[in-house]
């Protein structure tokens, strides 16, 4: 498919100051940063635009202030970081209102070149509301805008859709336009076998990506405490496991689509079982694995079994485009993580394109080290989901079309 949109190839900022809306979202622990995937993810479109000789001026939402100063939700600590990644001072720009007089004099003092990060957005209350003051505030302080927040793309905010109604030139940087690329491509234009594998804990979550994902893929693998409602609608005892009741009749729904399109829909044929859930999640357990129409009615499902994980890794080895969304069991569990650690591996081994969509798959193969074995892992969990669901971005489409 292809991104229609102005990108940061197609411009040059030298001597202008470029607002760059960035997804510094990052988790921090008592003040450090304790995953920068998103900070080096973010480089090479701060990089091109200080090589073109721009005034970038960085932005980003942190966390949840849920619109007032919250010192545990500064991003001072992100300007610290991205200094030495990019071996350049970031000049942090700390206001209450993220824009003030003395931070619009700070930018006005800006060199070529230099760079400075903004507060975090969501100290403004208008932020999430898409607020017209705030995005003029904004908008004052830049010449172009460049949104590289593909994790907030799925929000119409004042820092990525709202500035850009008072901002003529406005383009995606890099990271934005490498997701879309991805997630477009394997989903529009998918090389075949496609083999889309969805887990988590509710179908609910995740009925349109479901249905979407069943007309463009070859294979929809189920697994996670989602398929549990679907083994119930198929009539079988899933025992005391995730089901969500309201939704059987949809899952007989997307059985049934599967098979008038001619899809093949895969459900879990053995499962690891307990008495209980764990508590705490990571607490020592006993479990069995059974085949899916024999589980006990006073047990729970709590990962897929390793009938199961074969069949699954076998369908990812013979794809050629793999999609890759939510756990296959309570994978916070080491016991109960086998099921996610063999997707995994499967999809490190294929030499078919794989692609990761954001949130716990993600971290989960970055904590298995698979992470460099993909060829994509979306930086943001929310809005890939809503790209699977075929929905167009609102901070996508708020930037020009080439
Ligand atoms: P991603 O983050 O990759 O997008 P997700 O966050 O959407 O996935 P969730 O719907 O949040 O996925 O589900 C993840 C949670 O599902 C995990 O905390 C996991 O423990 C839980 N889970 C997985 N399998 C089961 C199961 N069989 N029973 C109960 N919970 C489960």
């Given at each position: 498919?292809?991104?229609?949109?102005?990108?940061?190839?197609?411009?040059?900022?030298?001597?202008?100051?470029?607002?760059?809306?960035?997804?510094?979202?990052?988790?921090?622990?008592?003040?450090?940063?304790?995953?920068?995937?998103?900070?080096?993810?973010?480089?090479?479109?701060?990089?091109?635009?200080?090589?073109?000789?721009?005034?970038?001026?960085?932005?980003?939402?942190?966390?949840?202030?849920?619109?007032?100063?919250?010192?545990?939700?500064?991003?001072?600590?992100?300007?610290?970081?991205?200094?030495?990644?990019?071996?350049?001072?970031?000049?942090?720009?700390?206001?209450?209102?993220?824009?003030?007089?003395?931070?619009?004099?700070?930018?006005?003092?800006?060199?070529?070149?230099?760079?400075?990060?903004?507060?975090?957005?969501?100290?403004?209350?208008?932020?999430?509301?898409?607020?017209?003051?705030?995005?003029?505030?904004?908008?004052?302080?830049?010449?172009?805008?460049?949104?590289?927040?593909?994790?907030?793309?799925?929000?119409?905010?004042?820092?990525?859709?709202?500035?850009?109604?008072?901002?003529?030139?406005?383009?995606?940087?890099?990271?934005?336009?490498?997701?879309?690329?991805?997630?477009?491509?394997?989903?529009?234009?998918?090389?075949?076998?496609?083999?889309?594998?969805?887990?988590?804990?509710?179908?609910?979550?995740?009925?349109?990506?479901?249905?979407?994902?069943?007309?463009?893929?070859?294979?929809?693998?189920?697994?996670?405490?989602?398929a549990y409602t679907f083994l119930k609608a198929k009539?079988l005892?899933v025992?005391?496991s995730?089901?969500?009741?309201?939704?059987?009749?949809?899952?007989?729904?997307?059985?049934?689509?599967?098979?008038?399109?001619?899809?093949?829909?895969?459900l879990p044929?053995?499962?690891?079982?307990?008495?209980?859930?764990?508590?705490?999640?990571?607490?020592?357990?006993?479990?069995?694995?059974?085949?899916c129409?024999?589980i006990?009615?006073?047990?729970?499902g709590?990962?897929?079994?390793?009938?199961?994980?074969?069949?699954?890794?076998?369908?990812?080895?013979?794809?050629?485009?793999?999609?890759?969304?939510?756990?296959?069991?309570?994978?916070?569990?080491?016991?109960?993580?086998?099921?996610?650690?063999?997707?995994?591996?499967?999809?490190?081994?294929?030499?078919?394109?794989?692609?990761?969509?954001?949130?716990?798959?993600?971290?989960?193969?970055?904590?298995?080290?698979?992470?460099?074995?993909?060829?994509?892992?979306?930086?943001?969990?929310?809005?890939?989901?809503?790209?699977?669901?075929?929905?167009?971005?609102?901070?996508?489409?708020?930037?020009?079309?080439?």
């Amino acid at each position: 498919m292809g991104l229609n949109k102005k990108s940061v190839d197609d411009i040059n900022v030298k001597g202008q100051k470029v607002l760059v809306r960035c997804d510094f979202n990052v988790p921090l622990k008592e003040g450090k940063i304790t995953d920068e995937n998103r900070l080096v993810a973010a480089l090479p479109t701060i990089k091109k635009l200080v090589a073109d000789g721009g005034k970038v001026i960085l932005c980003s939402h942190l966390g949840k202030p849920k619109g007032e100063p919250k010192p545990e939700l500064s991003l001072a600590p992100v300007a610290v970081r991205l200094s030495e990644l990019l071996g350049q001072e970031v000049k942090f720009v700390a206001s209450p209102v993220v824009v003030d007089d003395s931070v619009k004099a700070a930018v006005e003092a800006m060199n070529d070149g230099e760079i400075v990060l903004l507060e975090n957005t969501r100290y403004r209350a208008e932020e999430t509301k898409n607020g017209e003051a705030f995005s003029k505030d904004l908008a004052s302080l830049a010449d172009v805008f460049v949104n590289d927040a593909f994790g907030t793309a799925h929000r119409a905010h004042c820092s990525n859709v709202g500035v850009t109604e008072f901002i003529d030139t406005c383009a995606v940087g890099y990271l934005m336009q490498k997701e879309i690329d991805f997630l477009g491509n394997a989903v529009e234009t998918p090389v075949r076998p496609f083999v889309a594998i969805l887990g988590g804990a509710k179908v609910a979550d995740k009925l349109n990506v479901i249905s979407n994902l069943l007309e463009k893929c070859d294979t929809l693998i189920i697994g996670g405490g989602m398929a549990y409602t679907f083994l119930k609608a198929k009539g079988l005892e899933v025992g005391a496991s995730l089901v969500d009741d309201t939704k059987l009749d949809y899952c007989k729904e997307m059985l049934a689509k599967a098979e008038s399109l001619g899809k093949q829909l895969l459900l879990p044929v053995d499962t690891a079982i307990a008495k209980s859930f764990p508590n705490p999640i990571d607490a020592e357990i006993d479990v069995d694995y059974v085949d899916c129409d024999a589980i006990p009615a006073d047990v729970l499902g709590l990962d897929i079994g390793p009938k199961t994980a074969e069949i699954y890794a076998e369908a990812a080895k013979t794809a050629k485009t793999v999609v890759w969304n939510g756990p296959m069991g309570v994978f916070e569990n080491p016991v109960l993580a086998k099921g996610t650690i063999a997707v995994a591996k499967a999809l490190a081994e294929t030499d078919a394109t794989t692609i990761i969509g954001g949130g716990d798959s993600a971290a989960a193969v970055n904590q298995l080290g698979f992470g460099d074995k993909m060829s994509h892992i979306s930086t943001g969990g929310g809005a890939s989901l809503e790209f699977l669901e075929g929905k167009e971005l609102p901070g996508v489409a708020a930037a020009n079309d080439k």
